[in-house]
């Protein structure tokens, strides 16, 4: 059986680099023989480390990549696909796409793993009319700590599906999944952008615009006064006509030695400004491709590195509708006098709520901003987390690695059930990550 390495490891946002023991199973035997074999209680998966925080890490860490990287059955009449979950969706795409196939829903990356699409119930720019990934989870297969393999789904041992759809890798190793695609018939997008002059504008195209499939906001938030909250709010859905091809443009890499004091506040407004402006109509329609709509950061790959060593932080709430508009205006007035903004915002409409105990949207408004780590961030974001309770809301697990055990529960109601579900099942001994530890999971 392989033996494991220490390693030096971070998230997306860089930040916390903790050292960790990794061990990365070859096949299906060692991981089982494993998990059989381990008794470390700081154990957890990793799937593509696109998480932000720390997720992902802990003080023992099994890479799931390379022992479950297989497809297993892909019905394309009917666009159900069976995979290992350490598939990585981009992958995915390049096998069902030509086929006329599309992820159902799809976060921001198409670089994470089908296991960790499941454990952080991802959501894309469609989360108003599709929910969340699990919701087109047919099946799923769990490696428990016990060494044993349990099939659930949402008939079955539900539960169990409740909890890790959504549940971090905290009930177990998932193994592989079955999910029903999305048929299209070309793979451009049409894209229809409105640039809004402040909050009360992004809100009506969001709310006037609810029958658009995918939607998603650019906020300005430097912008203050009476252009807080000006946004460019792009609206989308697949053409009916137009071809099925794959993006043949080749991502650049962001260079190691990126100088990070280039990102300050007045480079970030200065951006912002020229990225509103880009845009000189009310209303731009075009047709693009499905990369350049979904995935535009992936363009630049190791994009993280922008951020110099220390890294950033990913800070992702969401807000009950009813509080969104006003919390949303305090929460953007307090970054924009702050003078801390950030250049990637972006505000997203959702559905409603799933029954899984963590999953992250419910119905509302949730706002994802990057912050570069210095230490005047830490006391903001503390402010920020003081609004974002007083409006109902809640943190997102994929991108948090700051918020305390407090802050954090009192956004979940469903946590106790979670938080006893892993007792019962004696997984709270054997799958812990530094992110369960200090929320309290
Ligand atoms: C540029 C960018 C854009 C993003 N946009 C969005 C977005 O729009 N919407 C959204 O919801 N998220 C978004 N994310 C977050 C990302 O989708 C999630 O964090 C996702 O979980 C990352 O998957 P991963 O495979 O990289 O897993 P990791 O980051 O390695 O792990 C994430 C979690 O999944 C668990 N996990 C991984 N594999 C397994 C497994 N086999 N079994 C059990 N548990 C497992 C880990 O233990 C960990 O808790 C974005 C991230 C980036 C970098």
Known sequence: MPRANSQQLSGWGRFPALQHSVFTPRTQADLHRFIRNNDNPKTIAFGNGRSYGDSALSECIIDCRKAQNYFIDFDTQ????????????????????????????????????????IAADVHGKNHHQAGCFSAYVTDLYLLTSDGTTVRCNQNLETDLFRATCGGMGLTGIILSATIQLKAIASTEINQTTHKTQNLEET??????????????????????????????????????????ALARKKARTMPRWFPSFMLNAW?????NTLYYHR??????????????????????????????HKGFIQYQFI?????????????????????????????KLHGKENNNWL???????????????????????????????????????????RVSQEVFER???????????????????????????????
């Open 78 to 117: 009917q666009g159900l696909l069976t995979c290992q979950a350490g598939v990585i969706l981009d992958e995915i795409l390049k096998v069902i796409v030509p086929k006329g196939w599309f992820l159902p829903v799809t976060p921001g990356t198409r670089f994470i793993t089908l296991g960790g699409a």
């Open 203 to 244: 809100f009506a195209v969001f709310e006037h615009n609810q029958s658009s499939p995918y939607s998603v906001a650019w906020i300005d938030c430097y912008a203050k006064n009476k252009s807080l909250g000006r946004s460019l709010v792009s609206l989308g859905e697949f053409s009916e006509d137009g071809p099925i």
């Open 267 to 271: 480079t970030i407004q200065l951006f």
């Open 411 to 441: 956004g979940y109601p469903n946590i106790d059930q979670f938080r006893q579900f892993r007792r019962t099942h004696n997984m709270h001994r054997h799958f812990n990550s530094a992110q369960s530890l200090r929320v309290g999971l």
């Open 319 to 347: 807000l009950p509708k009813d509080t969104s508009f006003e919390g949303l205006q305090e929460i953007l007035k307090t970054i924009a006098d702050a003078g801390q903004g950030s250049f990637l915002a972006v505000l």
């Open 359 to 401: 999953s992250f949207p419910l119905e509302g408004y949730s706002l994802a901003l990057d912050f570069k780590i210095q230490d005047k961030l830490f006391p903001l974001l503390k402010k920020l987390d003081q609004l974002v309770l007083t409006h109902r809301g809640r943190f997102y697990l994929a991108k948090d690695a």
């Open 279 to 308: 845009q000189r109509q009310p209303v731009k329609t075009e047709r693009v491709h499905y990369e350049r709509f979904f995935y535009p950061l992936d363009g630049i790959q190791r994009w993280n590195r922008m951020y110099g």
